[in-house]
Each structure stands twice: as C-alpha cells, then as structure tokens.
C-alpha cells in the first residue's frame, strides 16, 4: 500500500457506530500526538454520506454493506476492532480493491479478557449470582448452596485464540477440559501430554484432555457439565446451538456464550430454560444488541447477560488501539503494514 492521505496530507479514520466508545477514544488519545491523523467517530446514518472521506474504517457493530463500501473512493483498509468481520461484506471490498483485516486477539490480550469473563460467568453460574442477591436482599445468610468448578468437565466449542487462554486457566480449578477445532479428528480418550510437543498453535498438548471436530460436538455435549461456545459466526455456524445441541447436553449443565449471539438457537435455549433441562445460561452476547431487558430470558434467575464487555478492558483496549495506531500511521507512511491478520 502506497501513501494514504488526502490533498491537504491528512490521513482520515472512521469508527463506525454508537457503541463500545472507548475503542475511538482510546485511539485519539494514542495518535494526538500527530496532527496529520485525523479520527472521527460518526453516527450510524452519516456513515454512507460521509464513508467517501476517509482512508481507513474502522468497524465496531454497524454493517457495511456493498453500497456503502462502494461509495468510500478514497477507502484502502476497513479493519474491526477485535476479531469479528460478520458486519463486512468482504467480497464487496475485494471488488473495490479495499484490503480487511482483523485485530489478532492472541497479541491484544482480548482472548485472555474474554476467557477471564468466561470464569466470571461460570462461577456467577455454579454459586448461584442471582439468587444470592436475593439472599442479600432479604437478610438472609448461608443461603443458596453453589457449586464448584472442581471437578467439572468443560467442553469448549471453538478452540482458537479464546478456547487456548480459557484452557490455560481452567486447568487450576481441576477440570476436565473436552475441546473442538474444525482441523481435529476425534482422538482417544486418553489425555494428551504435554510431551507429544507443540501443535499448529504452539502450544502443549496437554491444555486438552479429549479434542474433535466440530462433528463431534453433540457427542461431547452428553460429557459435558459446562459448555463453552467460543466459535466465529459464519453461515456454517449459525445456530449451531440449537435443539438437538442442546437435547443432547446433561440435564441441568451450563451453556456460556462469548462469541456472537447468532450462535444459540433463541428459541431452543428458551424453551429448554423452561423445561429445566438447560441447567443455566450466561452470555456476553445477545440475539439483538443492546439486548431488551424485558425479554422472557430474564424471568429464570439462571441466566446471567453481560453487554458484550468480555473483551473491554483496558488492557485489552489500550493494546488494541495501539495496534490500530501503528497501522495508521505505517498507511501514511506508505510503508509495510504488520500487526493485523488481512482476510482478502
């Protein structure tokens, strides 16, 4: 890529919607120092009418469709802040000769927040978070009995950069960690050492006790007293969590979502809340965000909704604009653009 920069030698950056603001903030704060950068924050509705000022997007929940990329003529990066790209038409930017990337949340510490609000709502889950404010609330002590993580065994749907950091700290609460990956082939039951060496991740073997494919994840859901769904949606993996996932987990097991709320079925994790057959959920995301608070799903008090903060920290937020920052300014420069994962 060449130098990115408009007649007056600005180079403009576009973050795309309402919500999650500390990612722009927190970028302005790291490229104030430099007057020829330019970023802006703008509202849904003015995306398409001013998209054809800038050089570089940057993504956060709203969807650029093929008319709207089509109109940025100056664009050469759209790139999300995080690892999601669902809300890009990817082949549209191909077409128009944009290049996309995402942010690697291995280098950012975003897999290692989310898998910390993983065991967040895990223990939420198993100590009974919601009725223990009620004990709370009535004065009562002792009351409700919880359970441990020792002991559970853990099946984690998706095993990337989230699945690997959630992995390493679930092995100190004494589980037993299952785990799927598209690429793996359903193995023995016998653990993995850690001498068998590293795999394509570079990591010991010995973070997983029993791992598959994504074929074998109904199998694994009858082993299961946690499910961990970390997957990317696609159009192969919505509603991968639906009734027949679900039928097929242990009466009264937990399912934790940290990916995309199109992942779970709506419908099915409802109607197996009310069955009492899903032992609970908790999700960092939801069918439609912001999630209506006078939704049915609130009335069990086993589930737990947090609004998508898994990966806002400021650890997380802080390193991820830094990365933005550098591809910024490696784009006005006109030099070599690393630290972010191009997808076209």
């Known amino acids: 890529m060449g ?3 408009g007649e007056d030698g600005v180079t403009r950056v576009l973050f795309c919607g309402p919500y999650f603001p500390a990612s722009h903030n927190y970028t302005r704060d790291y490229l104030n120092q430099y007057p020829f950068i330019q970023v802006d924050d703008v509202a849904l ?34 790139m999300q802040f995080g690892v999601g790209l669902e809300g890009v038409d990817i082949d549209a930017a191909t077409k128009n000769g944009i290049k996309v990337a995402r942010i690697p949340g291995d280098i950012t510490g975003n897999a290692a927040s989310c898998a910390e609000m993983v065991i967040y709502l895990m223990l939420g889950l198993l100590r009974k978070q919601n009725e223990m404010q009620v004990s709370v609330n009535q004065r009562k002590l002792g009351e409700p009995i919880g359970e441990t993580l020792f002991g559970k065994t853990v099946l984690i749907v998706g095993f990337g ?76 993996t919505v509603g991968i969590i639906n009734d027949s996932f679900i039928s097929s987990m242990r009466k009264g097991a937990l399912l934790i979502n940290i990916a995309r709320g199109g992942l779970l079925d709506y419908e099915a994790v409802a109607h197996h809340l009310e069955s009492g ?17 006078n939704d049915k799903i609130f009335k069990y008090k086993n589930v737990l909704l947090t609004p998508h903060v898994a990966g806002v920290t400021e650890h997380s937020y802080r390193s991820m604009a830094k990365v933005v920052g550098d591809v910024v300014l490696q784009l006005h420069a006109g030099t070599s653009v690393t630290g972010i994962e191009f997808v076209n």
């Open 161 to 236: 950069n989230i699945g690997v950091d959630l992995a390493k700290r679930l092995r100190p609460f004494g589980v037993k960690i299952i785990a799927t990956r598209r690429s793996w082939c359903l193995n023995s039951q016998a653990p993995l050492q850690s001498n068998a060496g590293l795999d394509q991740n570079g990591m010991s073997g010995d973070l997983v006790d029993v791992k598959g494919s994504h074929n074998d994840i109904c199998n694994f859901a009858g082993e299961a007293d946690i499910v961990v769904c970390c997957l990317s949606l696609n159009k192969d």
């Open 3 to 5: 130098t990115e920069s």
């Open 277 to 293: 057959h899903l032992g609970g959920l908790g999700t960092d995301v939801a069918w439609t965000e912001p999630f209506d608070p």
């Open 45 to 78: 509705d003015d995306v398409p009418h001013v998209i054809e000022n800038y050089h570089i997007c940057v993504v956060k929940n709203k969807r650029l469709d093929s008319d709207t990329i089509a109109r940025a003529k100056q664009m050469k990066l759209i």
